[in-house]
């Protein structure tokens, strides 16, 4: 077999994370944290004095989502809240460049989506529902950082991020704050969520 050379990195924890075969082993919930509260949003095209961060992104998603669905199975709302994970190594790249680097990218992002679920106990395919309903939150949240902090109007995010229910925004805001802050909220939002896992375990 001929050597593909190095395709892992050294996380802070110690862990040498293969990002062509990921595997859950290798996976802790601080570096992910660690890595999303310093990847920016939009490119850093926001603004603000600190940097949209895809762990604050991730925060808000997860918020919408329990909105959304206020009864949701606690796995789910885990699954709203890492649904960006693979970007503490691979960065988050806006849909244009997603769309123009093909189905490399698309593989190795869902190879390592599949490989975090397992590490902390959801499926490494998520039910077609509880995608949509993520993807929906996920919508919902861009809309509202296009208009507050990423310059659009509101011309424009109505065409590009249409919301089919608008009273789910009602009250949210956009939150800048220093990368410690949101790492720190997002282990805790996790540790809450695995607590409500083992207290209410599937059938």
């Excluded at 293969?18 to 859950?24: E, G, V």
């Excluded at 762990?55 to 997860?62: D, M, P």
């Excluded at 039910?127 to 990423?150: C, F, T, Y």
């Excluded at 805790?188 to 207290?199: K, N, V």
Aim: overall charge neutral; charged content about 25%.
């Amino acid at each position: 077999m001929a050597n593909r050379g190095r395709a892992w990195q050294r996380m802070l924890s110690g862990r040498r994370l293969d990002l062509l075969d990921p595997t859950p082993m290798d996976i802790e919930i601080g570096d992910i944290a660690h890595g999303l509260a310093f990847v920016a949003r939009w490119n850093g095209q926001t603004r603000g004095d600190w940097a949209y961060s895809v762990a604050e992104h991730s925060l808000l998603v997860e918020e919408i989502h329990a909105r959304s669905q206020p009864d949701c199975d606690p796995r789910w709302q885990l699954a709203a809240l890492l649904h960006d994970a693979p970007e503490y190594v691979i960065g988050d790249m806006i849909s244009p460049v997603k769309a123009a680097l093909g189905r490399e990218y698309g593989e190795m992002d869902a190879r390592l989506a599949a490989a975090i679920h397992r590490r902390f106990g959801l499926p490494a395919q998520l039910p077609a529902a509880v995608k949509r309903g993520i993807k929906r939150a996920d919508r919902i949240s861009a809309r509202l950082e296009a208009i507050q902090i990423a310059g659009f109007s509101q011309a424009e995010a109505d065409r590009l991020f249409p919301v089919p229910r608008p009273e789910l925004l009602q009250g949210l805001e956009i939150r800048l704050r220093p990368p410690a802050e949101t790492r720190n909220a997002y282990l805790s939002r996790f540790s809450q969520l695995i607590a409500e896992i083992d207290e209410k375990p599937c059938a």
